[in-house]
C-alpha cells in the first residue's frame, strides 16, 4: 500500500495530467518537446515536519515542483498559458479529493534552457506546497 505522500503526489501527477501538455514525474528533459508543452514533477523535499503529540502525527509543508517547459515561435505566450492552466487545475481542487490538508503554487521563477542547434526553450518551474499529515514519517 502507498505512502501518504506518494498517493498524494501520484494524485498531483494524475490532475496534472488531465492538462493538453504532456506531463511525466521524475523523468529526464527528452530530446523533442511536444507542441502544446511539457510539465515535469519532481517529487521535492517534505522538510522538517512539526510533531503533535496527541495522537502523533506529522504534519509536512512538502515542496514538490513543476518544470514546465515550452519551445516554439510564441513560447512567451504558450509558458504564460501552460502556467496558468496549472494553477488552475490546482485551484479547482486544493486537497487533491481529500488527500491534503490544503495544496497551493507560488508564482513560476524562470529557468534558461539554451539548446545548440535548435529553437531555444522557455522553462519555469512552479513550487507547489502540499499540506499533509501522517501518522508515520515513512508510512
Known amino acids: 500500500m502507498p505512502t501518504p505522500r506518494e498517493t498524494i503526489l501520484a494524485a498531483l501527477h494524475a490532475r496534472l495530467s488531465a492538462l493538453p501538455a504532456t506531463t511525466l514525474r521524475g523523468e529526464v528533459l527528452p530530446e523533442r518537446l511536444p507542441a502544446a508543452g511539457l510539465l515535469i514533477l519532481r517529487d521535492g523535499e ?3 515536519p512539526e510533531v503533535t503529540l496527541s495522537p502523533l502525527a506529522y504534519h509536512y509543508q512538502h515542496r514538490a515542483e513543476i ?4 519551445q516554439g515561435a510564441d513560447r512567451d505566450a504558450a509558458l504564460d498559458t501552460l502556467c496558468a492552466s496549472v494553477g488552475t487545475t490546482i485551484a479547482a481542487d486544493r486537497t ?3 488527500l ?4 497551493e503554487a507560488e508564482a513560476p521563477r524562470p529557468v534558461d534552457l539554451p539548446v545548440e542547434g535548435a529553437a531555444s526553450l522557455k522553462a519555469a518551474v512552479i513550487l507547489v506546497v ?10
Do not use: F, M
Open 46 to 48: 517534505p522538510g522538517e
Open 67 to 70: 518544470e514546465a517547459i515550452v
Open 96 to 98: 487533491l479529493g481529500g
Open 100 to 103: 491534503c490538508d490544503w495544496v
Open 130 to 139: 502540499l499540506h499533509y499529515s501522517t501518522a508515520d514519517p515513512l508510512g
